[in-house]
């Protein structure tokens, strides 16, 4: 049984681009052997991501990332069944400042500025499905 976990989480500390490439080369060495794939997305201190895969690892990997001292406040926004998975061909993509305009991120944003702990799980959905569209999962971390 594949499952989609959307979470959301404040940084501990400053978000580096090394930080960022820590995560996402560690996503991408051990997520495919779990049957791992999703999303990471930042911008400034906060992160959202969405994670798919069989449920045991999804879950696992999950309360790994609750203990890792980097961020703080993780809060799950949404988790579901699926029958196809979104981000298929990514072991982690990402999108940050950078990658994404500002009008993209405010266009799913509940108020003036990008908070997802502030947004419903539909306008979560449509901006991680935007940006997988949009962004290229390969491109190295470059923060604003």
Not at 63 to 92: C, F, G, P
Request: hydrophobic share 40%; net charge neutral.
């Amino acid at each position: 049984m594949l499952v989609r976990l959307t979470y959301a989480s404040r940084a501990s500390h400053t978000v580096s681009a090394d930080l960022i490439r820590d995560i996402l080369d560690s996503s991408q060495r051990n997520n495919p052997a779990k049957g791992l794939t999703g999303m990471l997305c930042c911008n400034a201190d906060l992160f959202l991501q969405a994670l798919e895969g069989p449920r045991t690892e999804v879950n696992a990997l999950y309360n790994r990332l609750a203990d890792d001292n980097r961020h703080k406040d993780l809060t799950i926004l949404d988790y579901a069944e699926i029958s196809v998975r979104r981000y298929s061909q990514w072991s982690m993509g990402w999108a940050g400042a950078k990658q994404a305009s500002r009008a993209l991120f405010l266009k799913y944003a509940s108020s003036d500025r990008f908070d997802p702990f502030q947004m419903s799980a539909e306008q979560i959905n449509g901006l991680l499905l935007e940006l997988s569209e949009t962004v290229s999962p390969i491109k190295s971390p470059v923060l604003s």
